[in-house]
Nanobody, 130 residues
Framework: QVQLVESGGGLLQAGGSLRLSCAAS????????MGWFRQAPGKEREFVAA????????YYTDAVKARFTISRDNAKNTVYLQMNSLKPEDTATYYC???????????????????????WGQGTQVTVSS
C-alpha cells in the first residue's frame, strides 16, 4: 500500500501563487507515476498534471500548461505542484494520485484517466478569490 498526504492549499487572491506538496509513504518503490487532479463543487474530477517517476517526464492539461509546474523529489518521495497566476476558476479540491503503471512517452495521455491511478490522497482545498 501507498499513502499520500497533500498539503499547501489555502485561500488567496487571483494572480497569486501557491505550491502544493504530496508526500508518499509505504511501498513507494511500486510507484511509476504521480498526478494531480482537482474537483470543484458539482463537477467531475479533472486531470491537472502528471509526472513519470523515473525520469521526470511531465504531462499537463492545456488549461494549466503555461501556469502550473509539476516536479518531484525522489529522495523525499514527494511531488509538487507549483501554481502561478491563479484564477478563480482554479478553485477546487486538489488531489494527489499515484499509479503503479509505467506509460511510454507516446501514451502519456493515459495519465489523464482517473481509473489509471491506484492510490489517492485526501485532498487539499485551493480557493482563489477575484
Amino acid at each position: 500500500q501507498v499513502q499520500l498526504v497533500e498539503s499547501g492549499g489555502g485561500l488567496l487572491q487571483a494572480g497569486g501563487s501557491l505550491r502544493l506538496s504530496c508526500a508518499a509513504s509505504g511501498r513507494t518503490f511500486s510507484i511509476h507515476g504521480m498526478g494531480w487532479f482537482r474537483q470543484a463543487p458539482g463537477k467531475e474530477r479533472e486531470f491537472v498534471a502528471a509526472i513519470r517517476w523515473d525520469d521526470g517526464i511531465t504531462y499537463y492539461t492545456d488549461a494549466v500548461k503555461a501556469r502550473f509546474t509539476i516536479s518531484r523529489d525522489n529522495a523525499k518521495n514527494t511531488v509538487y505542484l507549483q501554481m502561478n497566476s491563479l484564477k478563480p476558476e482554479d478553485t477546487a479540491t486538489y488531489y494527489c494520485a499515484a499509479t503503479r503503471t509505467w506509460y511510454s512517452r507516446d501514451r502519456l495521455d493515459l495519465y489523464r484517466r482517473v481509473g489509471e491511478y491506484d492510490y489517492w490522497g485526501q485532498g487539499t482545498q485551493v480557493t482563489v478569490s477575484s
